[in-house]
C-alpha cells in the first residue's frame, strides 16, 4: 500500500488531497449548517428552493414509514417497484409534458446508465468539456467514441460531427447548466446540430430543474425545446431537497431503458418513504412559483455584489456563483478563512475544474435573507482583499 501514501502525500503538496468533514442541520435555520458548535451561513448547498427541510415533505415521508416500511428489500425488477414509484412516474411524465418517465437511485448512476445503455462500440458521444463526470463515466462504460468538444463552442462541435458523420449511432449530451461555471449550454445551437447531422440529444437538467420554466420543469421548457430533446434528465437531490433522479422521454426509450440500463436493473430499489416525499416535493416545485422568483432575486443580488467589489465570477445567471481564485491553495485559504468569517463555502479544485482555476463555489438557496447575502458579500469582499484575491 506504499504507492497510496506516496500518491497521497502529492496530492496534499498540491492542495488536492479531499477530506471529509461532519455537518449538522440547524433546526430552525435552513439557510445554515452547523459545524462542531458553530452556526455557518450554508453557501455550497444545492438547496436551491429550500426543499430539504419542508415540514409537508417531512410528514409524508413519515406516514410512508409506517404503511411501507423502511426499505424496498429488492430491485424494481424483483419486488422493489412498490406502489408510489408507479405514482410518482407518472406525475413526472405530466409534469414533463412526456410519454413516460423512470425513476433511478441517483444522478450518477442516470447518466452513466442511460449513455452506456443507447450508445456501445461503433457509436460516438459528443460531449462538452465541462460536463459532469457522471456524463464522462457513461461514455468510458459505453465504450463508444469519446468526441469532447470545447466547453459551449459550436464550431467544434460541428466539425466533430462532421469528423464523425459516418458512426452507426451518434450522441451529444450536455449539462443544461454547467455545476461549477452557473452559465447554460446554447441549447437551441445544439438542437439545430443534432438535427443536422440525425443525432440524439440528452440534457441534464440536474442544476436547472425546478429554477427555470413556469412550473419548474426547466431550462428545456423555459426555451420551448422540450420537443427537441430526446432524453431529459433531472435530479431530486437539489431543487427537491431530497435524493435521486430521473429520466423522461418517449414510451420507446424507457421501455428500452428498463431493460437495458445496468444501474437500475442491478440496484435495489429507492425507500418507499423516499419516493412519497419525492412526490410532496414535485408538488411543491409546480405549486410555489415564489421560491423561483426569490432565488433569481437572490442570485441577482449577491452577483451584482461580488462582481462590484471586483471579483472575477463569470458570465452565468444562475445561482451557482464561481469565485474564480486559480491557486489552489490560496483557494483553500479562502475557504477556511470564510467559515472562520462564519460561512460554510467550499474550494473547488481540480480535476473537477481546469487547472489554474480553483475557486470558491458559492451556491444560492430560497432559504437566504437578502441582509444575509449583503452582509455575506461585504465579509467575502475583505477575506479577497486579506489575500491578495482582490487589490485595495
Known amino acids: 500500500m ?21 455537518d449538522s442541520r440547524v433546526s430552525g435555520f435552513p439557510g445554515y449548517t452547523g459545524r462542531g458548535e458553530r452556526r455557518l451561513l450554508n453557501m455550497s448547498s444545492n438547496d436551491y428552493l429550500g426543499l430539504s427541510q419542508h415540514p409537508a415533505i417531512f410528514e409524508v415521508m413519515r406516514e410512508a414509514l409506517l404503511t411501507e416500511g423502511a426499505g424496498s428489500g429488492a430491485s424494481r425488477h424483483v419486488t422493489g417497484n412498490l406502489l408510489p414509484y ?6 413526472l411524465a405530466d409534469w414533463q ?5 423512470l425513476v433511478f437511485a441517483n444522478g450518477y448512476m442516470a447518466n452513466s446508465g442511460v449513455i452506456s445503455a443507447l450508445v456501445s462500440r461503433g457509436d460516438v458521444v459528443f460531449s462538452d468539456q465541462l460536463n459532469h463526470a457522471s456524463i464522462v463515466d457513461g461514455i468510458v ?9 470545447r466547453h459551449n463552442d459550436m464550431e467544434h462541435l460541428r466539425s466533430l460531427l462532421h469528423k464523425y458523420r459516418d458512426k452507426r449511432r451518434k450522441l451529444i449530451v450536455t449539462d443544461a447548466v454547467f455545476s461549477m461555471d452557473g452559465v447554460q449550454a446554447p441549447l ?18 440536474a442544476h436547472s430543474g425546478g429554477i427555470y420554466g413556469r412550473r419548474g420543469e426547466g431550462l428545456c421548457h423555459e426555451l420551448e425545446l ?16 431530497l435524493y435521486g433522479a430521473y429520466i423522461c422521454g418517449s414510451r420507446t426509450l424507457i421501455r428500452w431503458l428498463v431493460n437495458k440500463a445496468r444501474p437500475l436493473i442491478y ?5 418507499p418513504s423516499l419516493i412519497t416525499g419525492i412526490s410532496k416535493a414535485l408538488s411543491l416545485v409546480q405549486e410555489e412559483h415564489w421560491r423561483r422568483e426569490r432565488l433569481q432575486a437572490a442570485s441577482r443580488l449577491f452577483r451584482s455584489s461580488l462582481r462590484d467589489a471586483g471579483f472575477h465570477i463569470g458570465t452565468g445567471s444562475s445561482p451557482i456563483v464561481p469565485l474564480i481564485v486559480g491557486d489552489n491553495d490560496r483557494a483553500l485559504r479562502f475557504s477556511k478563512a470564510l467559515e472562520v ?3 460554510a463555502a467550499v474550494a473547488i479544485r481540480p480535476p473537477t475544474v481546469p487547472d489554474s482555476t480553483a475557486r470558491i463555489r458559492f451556491s444560492l438557496s430560497t432559504a437566504h435573507t437578502d441582509k444575509e447575502l449583503t452582509d455575506a458579500a461585504l465579509l467575502i469582499r475583505n477575506v479577497g482583499l486579506q489575500l491578495g484575491v482582490l487589490r485595495p
Open 2 to 22: 506504499n504507492w497510496m501514501e506516496k500518491e497521497l502525500e502529492r496530492l496534499a503538496d498540491a492542495s488536492l488531497e479531499r477530506t471529509l468533514r461532519a
Open 86 to 91: 408507479g405514482r410518482l412516474e407518472e406525475a
Open 97 to 101: 409534458n412526456c410519454e413516460s418517465a
Open 141 to 149: 462504460l459505453s465504450r463508444a467514441e469519446h468526441a469532447r468538444y
Open 188 to 205: 437551441r445551437e445544439l438542437v439545430a446540430l443534432k438535427r443536422e447531422y440525425g443525432a440524439m440529444l440528452m440534457v441534464d437538467e
Open 226 to 241: 422540450k420537443n427537441d430533446v430526446d432524453i431529459h434528465m433531472g435530479t431530486f437531490s437539489k431543487s427537491f431537497g
Open 267 to 271: 440496484s435495489t430499489a429507492l425507500p
Open 341 to 343: 468569517e462564519g460561512i
